[in-house]
């Protein structure tokens, strides 16, 4: 009876990190959905109307209000929330259990920032291969509607985003932009999870805070206000990358894509706005990034003592 029991205990230990992660990123991204679906758009746009000023965060949102009501700022949730459910779950869940690791072989004390990069990016590059098809799903869902009336595929959901995109596509389209969305998962993980770790121990001296049943409050948001402005300035420019990668489409006369790879995406960016143009659309990615972060690393600490408590994990 003993050994079911500290069999389920064991299991449940090593789903923590992955349970506890899914849950917050998904709860993030059900939150700032809007701001996603803004960021997107302003990044496609300098690609749909050249030479045309983007638009401003609240003026999108008002835009698509006002003319498709108040449910499209929530166009793709479903995607989101698959696309989290995966990619959310694997990455936070990784980067515990090798943060975790290394702290066991470091006998349990404190690893330095560089271990804490080196997981970031090893947990943030694996979940990126799982979760990139729900994440060409979401570009799809969200840029659709922004393209001239003939053009647009009009998906019902991300499962219809995602079968006739292989359908229609290839297989291989759902893997559209990988190098870009691996190149993106690294430095966010690197600007948000790793930057956090230490974030929270150097608030917390600074605090007075000994963390002895976790850290107080006040060190968990000195903490993520870090990591959201971090996330955000490392990810941004691989971030615009990929989305215009994915959001590509070929030229009905010629049959070209825009964009031959990252290489060549980046060089046209650089050519056509300069190194700011890699930062096209800032003030929606971090109004959508840094509360994403923010809501995730505060949540996870209820959510994981909530969990422990459950199950009766020390």
Same mark, same amino acid.
């Given at each position: 009876?003993?050994?079911?029991?500290?069999?389920?205990?064991? =299991?449940?230990?090593?789903?923590?990190?992955?349970?506890?992660?899914?849950?917050?990123?998904? *709860?993030? +991204?059900?939150?700032?959905?809007?701001?996603? @679906?803004?960021?997107?758009?302003?990044?496609?746009? #300098?690609?749909?109307?050249?030479?045309?000023?983007?638009? #401003?965060? +609240?003026?999108?949102?008002?835009?698509?209000?006002?003319?498709?009501?108040?449910?499209?700022?929530?166009?793709?949730?479903?995607?989101?929330?698959?696309?989290?459910?995966? $990619? #959310?779950? /694997?990455? =936070?869940?990784?980067?515990?259990?090798?943060?975790?690791? @290394?702290?066991?072989?470091?006998?349990?004390?404190?690893?330095?920032?560089?271990?804490?990069?080196?997981?970031?990016?090893?947990?943030?590059?694996?979940?990126?291969?799982?979760?990139?098809?729900?994440?060409?799903?979401?570009?799809?869902?969200?840029?659709?509607?922004?393209?001239?009336?003939?053009?647009?595929?009009?998906?019902?959901?991300?499962?219809?985003?995602?079968?006739?995109?292989?359908?229609?596509?290839?297989?291989?389209? @759902?893997?559209?932009?990988?190098?870009?969305?691996?190149?993106?998962?690294?430095?966010?993980?690197?600007?948000?999870?790793?930057? $956090?770790?230490? /974030?929270?121990?150097?608030?917390?001296?600074?605090?007075?805070?000994?963390?002895?049943?976790?850290?107080?409050?006040?060190?968990?948001? #000195?903490? +993520?206000?870090?990591?959201?402005?971090? /996330?955000?300035?490392?990810?941004?420019? *691989?971030?615009?990358?990929?989305?215009?990668?994915?959001?590509?489409?070929?030229?009905?006369?010629?049959?070209?894509?825009?964009?031959?790879?990252?290489?060549?995406?980046?060089?046209? =960016? *650089?050519?056509?706005?300069?190194?700011?143009?890699?930062?096209?659309? *800032? +003030?929606? $990615?971090?109004?959508?990034? /840094?509360?994403?972060?923010?809501?995730?690393?505060?949540? =996870?600490?209820?959510?994981?003592?909530? $969990?422990?408590?459950?199950?009766?994990?020390?």
């Amino acid at each position: 009876m003993s050994n079911k029991k500290g069999s389920g205990g064991g =299991i449940a230990k090593i789903a923590e990190p992955f349970v506890c992660g899914g849950s917050a990123a998904t *709860f993030a +991204s059900c939150v700032i959905h809007p701001m996603d @679906l803004a960021k997107v758009r302003m990044q496609l746009f #300098g690609q749909l109307n050249p030479g045309k000023p983007v638009p #401003g965060f +609240s003026n999108i949102l008002t835009s698509m209000i006002k003319h498709d009501g108040i449910t499209s700022v929530y166009k793709g949730v479903d995607a989101a929330i698959g696309r989290q459910m995966v $990619y #959310g779950t /694997a990455r =936070i869940g990784l980067h515990r259990a090798f943060s975790e690791k @290394l702290k066991e072989m470091n006998d349990g004390k404190p690893i330095s920032f560089v271990m804490k990069t080196l997981s970031g990016m090893a947990s943030g590059s694996i979940a990126v291969c799982i979760g990139t098809p729900f994440d060409i799903a979401l570009v799809r869902l969200q840029s659709d509607s922004m393209a001239p009336v003939v053009d647009r595929k009009n998906y019902k959901n991300v499962f219809d985003a995602l079968t006739r995109t292989a359908t229609e596509e290839g297989a291989g389209a @759902l893997y559209k932009g990988l190098a870009p969305n691996i190149l993106r998962g690294m430095s966010m993980n690197v600007g948000m999870l790793a930057c $956090y770790d230490q /974030a929270k121990e150097t608030v917390a001296k600074l605090l007075g805070d000994p963390m002895t049943n976790g850290p107080a409050l006040t060190t968990q948001i #000195g903490a +993520s206000c870090v990591a959201g402005f971090t /996330a955000a300035l490392f990810s941004m420019p *691989f971030d615009l990358v990929k989305s215009r990668l994915m959001a590509q489409k070929a030229d009905p006369t010629t049959g070209k894509l825009p964009y031959t790879g990252v290489a060549d995406c980046a060089v046209q =960016i *650089f050519k056509k706005d300069g190194p700011k143009g890699f930062f096209s659309g *800032f +003030s929606a $990615y971090y109004g959508r990034c /840094a509360p994403h972060a923010m809501i995730i690393l505060l949540s =996870i600490e209820s959510i994981t003592t909530g $969990y422990r408590n459950t199950f009766g994990l020390s």
